[in-house]
């Protein structure tokens, strides 16, 4: 590709000029755990999770309306969202004084809507999905006059995304390899316009889900590839496809881009809870979940790891974190069958404690034609330090008088090393 790129790292430079003190320089904490997992040298997390807002965004979204003319701030900012760029412009129109206007899909979480109307937004919703709230967007862009904020198709919001990666390369000199999310790719290819300008041998590697993985057959085709439509847990890279900007960057800047699966996400983002004291999104967690998959040689490299955001519903992250206790293997979910309801019961929990395990759920359980018409069907859900102790624990619970095992776990994908 011939030419100057859309966005230069005099582009990002400028950024965090205009943008300095109004962000956070987010922390950059190193890990031993999860350098001995990934085969790495060392392992660097840079923490935007606890960016102002949760995430990165605010950068690029403060970058780009700290530009708009005068007309245009008195006109206002419309953007559409149902995640993190609701907030990140949000916060930018409030310290702007810029009116924002953020369209929502229907399907947004309402701590979502309430959090971005917290920061002074005016919050609509419509549309089914985040394309109609998009399309929405647009066509009142164009009756009001107001100015459309795209969350990643934009010079300046890439240039301003960029400013995580100048942060990077200060906190840790010498970097062999840059994990990034990508959804839209406007933060990946910000931080590798900032990285390549001052370390080009250094690898700037691009992390999907499996479910949404259109970045790589793009750059591989030197064209844009959509997806049909994504299926993911992360849905805050859940895009169909780069567009015309970031696809114009990435080309340039990305030197490859992996697919992880769902639950490699759920345990990343178990893992960072446990081990880094970290609470992540599921899109935030890519990052790491590639680095500790087999889909990326790290092999003694000095790896940094961007944990790009950590606005996560608390049911979510719990349901999450149990299927990364799950894919550890450790925990697990059995059926069983009670003689003596509600007596029996003591003794399971009694059972559970007695051999050092935790017990998460116990309830009843609707009957199915296969379960005794005797007795009563109970599920439970039980967190042990490793797949043999809650194989001994289920074998405890079964020898207990009117307890029987009716279903247990059939096997986990256990990485014994984790444990």
Avoid at 188 to 217: M, N
């Amino acid at each position: 590709m011939s030419g100057e790129p859309p966005v230069t790292a005099a582009d990002v430079e400028a950024a965090r000029e205009r943008i300095g003190g109004v962000v956070h320089r987010t922390p950059l904490d190193t890990s031993r755990t999860f350098a001995d997992l990934s085969g790495a040298a060392s392992v660097g997390l840079k923490l935007e999770n606890v960016q102002r807002t949760g995430s990165f965004k605010i950068r690029g979204a403060y970058n780009r309306m700290a530009q708009l003319s005068p007309a245009e701030r008195e006109a206002g900012v419309i953007a559409s969202s149902a995640g993190n760029h609701a907030q990140g412009v949000a916060l930018a129109g409030r310290l702007l004084d810029v009116e924002t206007t953020i369209v929502v899909p229907e399907v947004t979480p309402a701590a979502k809507i309430e959090a971005t109307r917290g920061y002074g937004a005016d919050v609509v919703v419509e549309g089914d999905i985040y394309e109609r709230s998009y399309e929405h967007a647009l066509e009142r862009a164009d009756e009001t006059g107001e100015t459309f904020v795209h969350p990643f198709d934009d010079e300046a919001i890439v240039a301003g995304q960029g400013t995580v990666g100048l942060e990077l390369l200060e906190q840790f000199p010498d970097v062999d390899t840059v994990l990034v999310a990508i959804g839209g790719g406007g933060l990946i290819s910000g931080i590798g316009t900032a990285v390549k300008a001052h370390e080009p041998d250094t690898r700037v590697i691009g992390v999907q889900p499996e479910g949404a993985l259109h970045a790589k057959p793009s750059l591989e085709r030197g064209e844009i590839h959509e997806l049909p439509d994504v299926d993911t847990v992360a849905e805050g890279i859940a895009d169909t496809r780069l567009l015309e900007t970031t696809f114009a960057v990435a080309r340039e800047v990305v030197d490859d881009v992996v697919g992880v699966t769902d639950r490699e996400l759920a345990t990343a983002v178990t893992l960072l809870a446990e081990r880094a004291k970290t609470v992540a999104e599921s899109a935030g967690a890519a990052p790491l979940a590639a680095a500790l998959s087999d889909e990326v040689d790290l092999s003694d490299e000095r790896v940094a790891v961007v944990i790009s955001g950590g606005n996560v519903d608390l049911t979510e992250h719990a349901e999450l974190t149990r299927t990364g206790l799950s894919e550890l293997g450790r925990y697990a979910e059995a059926r069983l069958a009670l003689e003596g309801w509600p007596t029996t019961v003591g003794d399971v929990v009694e059972a559970v404690e007695r051999e050092g395990a935790k017990l998460d759920v116990l309830e009843r359980a609707r009957r199915g034609p296969r379960d005794p018409p005797n007795r009563t069907p109970v599920t439970v859900g039980l967190e042990g330090s490793g797949p043999d102790h809650l194989a001994s624990v289920l074998e405890t619970i079964g020898g207990l008088s009117g307890v029987e095992v009716l279903e247990s776990p059939g096997g986990n994908n256990i990485h014994s090393e984790i444990q």
